[in-house]
């Protein structure tokens, strides 16, 4: 998996605007893939998930995109909240059915009123 | 939707003590549950997989002498600190798969947070 960071990458954002946030995973084996949202002090919630048959899908306000050539997700939110402030980490999942997702390094959005 | 508590949310202890982490499935039956622990601005790491009925699973470098696992039912798992110290300090995360959905669904906790003085 990827390795852990000692700080996490930040994205900063005006309110409204769109936020793309990426990650690179490691295992051409995986097949599957999710992407989480965890607020301070909180576990991480799922936001959207993708299998590695699709490149892209879309949920509410967030799409996930899946390049498998050069092992890249990213995630997409559109019209930004205040309330989307959070770490944004992707999840990999390798194949072969066990579905313990490893989690990549994570990146801290801030959006700003 | 499925809950998953912890209990604590946050404990404070002496080095050297045990502590102990309760984590629930609410409404559903979690055969595998799984612990992770998070240190500031990480990620979440995989401790173990706590498997109902059966010994968890460690991940290479989690002594499993020191962090001690009981899946005694199918809505309760619980992560045991032996002998804590302050580099246990930590935020430690469980997630529990529900037995009724696909394999790849797990609800996460909300979290414990441990101080170790």
């Known amino acids: 998996g990827e390795s852990v960071g000692l700080h996490l990458p930040t994205l900063s954002v005006q309110e409204g605007d769109n936020s793309i946030i990426n990650c690179a995973y490691s295992?051409?084996?995986?097949?599957?893939f999710i992407w989480y949202k965890q607020e301070s002090g909180k576990g991480p919630q799922f936001i959207i998930d993708?299998?590695?048959?699709?490149d892209k899908r879309q949920g509410q306000r967030v799409t996930v995109l899946l390049n498998k050539t050069v092992k890249h997700l990213s995630l997409q939110i559109a019209a930004t909240q205040p309330g989307d402030s959070a770490v944004y980490f992707c999840?990999?999942?390798?194949?072969?059915?066990?579905?313990?997702?490893?989690f990549g390094r994570g990146t801290s959005l801030i959006v700003h009123p | 939707g499925a809950v998953v508590s912890q209990h604590p949310s946050r404990v404070i202890c002496k080095s050297g003590t045990s502590v102990k982490i309760e984590c629930r499935s609410l409404?559903?039956?979690?055969?595998?549950m799984f612990w992770y622990r998070q240190f500031p601005k990480q990620s979440l790491m995989l401790m173990a997989t706590?498997?109902?009925?059966?010994?968890?699973?460690?991940e290479q470098g989690v002594e499993k002498d020191k962090f001690l696992i009981n899946h005694a039912s199918l809505t309760l798992s619980t992560l045991t600190v032996t002998s804590a110290h302050p580099e246990d300090s930590s935020f430690y995360i469980c997630?529990?798969?529900?037995?009724?959905?696909?394999?790849?669904?797990?609800?996460f906790g909300p979290g414990t947070r441990l101080l170790v003085l």
């Open positions: 997630s529990a798969r529900d037995v009724g959905m696909p394999k790849e669904t797990q609800y």
């Open positions: 295992n051409s084996a995986s097949d599957y």
């Open positions: 993708i299998r590695s048959n699709m």
């Open positions: 999840a990999e999942n390798l194949s072969g059915g066990s579905y313990i997702p490893t």
């Open positions: 409404d559903f039956q979690a055969t595998t």
């Open positions: 706590s498997n109902e009925g059966s010994k968890a699973t460690y």
